[in-house]
């Protein structure tokens, strides 16, 4: 039995659990308490309002109940032709359960509904 069945079987989490929506500025501090994924040589933190404000970027949070759990973002180039995903990141208390993987398929549906 793998870890994700493992936390299955003992009823402590489900994928089901976990839902999306758009990130806001309101989530930085949440995301901010990931940790430090580059030694302090990550440009995330400097340009972050930024990447909310454009248009061509898609930044989710992953939630449990009401806690961030999670942070993905893709973003269109080429005029909308392809999609390129950003960063993502994981709580590490939320780590080993599947969420990661959650957050890309997200934004894969994301950017098959821009290729339509």
């Known amino acids: 039995m793998n870890s994700q069945q493992t936390y299955l079987a003992k009823g402590e989490f489900s994928i089901k659990s ?46 449990m109940e009401d806690t961030v759990v999670g942070y993905g973002m893709t973003s269109l180039i ?10 993502a990141r994981v709580d590490p208390k939320f780590r080993r359960r599947g969420i990661f993987v959650a957050i890309l398929d997200e934004l894969e549906k994301y950017t098959m509904l821009v290729q339509l």
């Open 78 to 87: 080429d005029g909308g032709l392809s999609a390129v995903a950003r960063c």
């Open 18 to 63: 976990v839902r999306f929506r758009r990130a806001l500025l309101s989530d930085f501090d949440a995301i901010l308490a990931f940790g430090d994924h580059y030694e302090g040589r990550d440009y995330f933190w400097a340009l972050y309002e930024e990447f909310l404000a454009d248009p061509d970027n898609l930044c989710v949070v992953a939630l």
